[in-house]
Structures are given as C-alpha cells and as structure tokens.
C-alpha cells in the first residue's frame, strides 16, 4: 500500500484529498500561526507509547504549550482530567464534529469558531466520518475549517495529515513537532 493510500481499502475520498504532512515541522508552523486551535484527541491515545510516554502525555504537554483546549471523547475524560486542571471538555466525537461543523457555534468560551482543529486517536473509521462531514460542511466565511489529522494512517478527508508510518516514523514525527513547539 502507498504511503498515502487511505488505509480503510475500498473506500473513496473523492478528488480532493489531504496534503501529506511530510515534514512535521508544517503542523508547529501552522499551530504557531492559529489564533483558536482546538485538540480532538480519543482513547487509542492511551494505547500507544514513545520514549516511555504515553502519546496522551505528548497531546497534552501539545495543548499546553500551544494554550489550546482540549476535548475528550467519554471514555478517557477520566485519564485526561487527572493529567490537566483545565480546558479539557467531554464530548463524543459526532458531537464535536456537529459543533465544528456549525457556523454559529462560539466555541467553549464564547470567543469564536476553532481553526485549525488536530483529531487523533480515534478508530480509523470513526475518524474518516467525521472528517468528512467537516471537510464537506464546515465553511468558516468563504474558506472551510482546517483539520490536521495526527493519527499514523493517511487520512484523505483531513485538510493535513501524516502519511501511513510505522510506529517508530510516528513517534519521531510527533517528537519533532513538539521540539518546534518549545519556543513558544
């Protein structure tokens, strides 16, 4: 399978796919640029480690450094609130979704819509619809709202996302995102 074939076979994302995330350094570029990033982030975060971390411990060492509220799907909210204090919601991943996809939405402090939006650890099928559903109606004026998928399969649906890597390629992409980040 090529490193930018979606890795759910027999599926069709269509003309208009994601640009592969080839050098890392683009999501600390983007993130360093956005006014209102927003973190989506699932349980399969629990499941896979780097350097003896956890990738939920990198998620939320991201958030902070970025100052970006995170939201968790139910079942790991638990986790999440005993590793943070603050700015990190529950919410399912189709109600997220729902939200972002909503022009009127103002976000959890009433301060406007989020953009870019970093989802990852979710099962892959999940994450191909709800990405979807953003990548076809979620219009932020003239322009549609920005996803970067973290996950280590290609996801066409997102704006952004990596291509299919193994687990140590994965690691060292996210590690270098977030040495970019430290000069924030």
Known sequence: M??????QTAEISG????F?????????GMLKRSNRPLLVIGHESLKDEFDGKQLADYMINLAERVNMPIVATANIIGEL???????????????????LRDPDWKGFDEKGQYDPVLMMGFPYYMSWLV????????????????????????????????PNLS????????????????VI
């Open 15 to 18: 003309p208009k796919k994601a």
């Open 131 to 162: 990405l979807s559903g953003l990548k076809h109606y979620a219009l932020r004026g003239d322009k549609y709202l920005t996803t970067i998928s973290l996950d280590r399969y290609y996801h066409p649906h997102a704006s952004w996302s990596f």
């Open 167 to 182: 687990l140590e390629e994965w690691g060292e992409n996210i590690s270098i995102i977030m040495k970019e980040l430290e």
């Open 20 to 28: 592969v995330l080839s050098k890392p350094k683009v999501v600390s």
């Open 81 to 99: 609130t005993e590793r943070v204090c603050d700015n990190v919601h529950s919410f399912s991943l189709i109600e997220i979704g729902e939200r």
């Open 2 to 7: 090529s490193k930018t074939e979606p890795w």
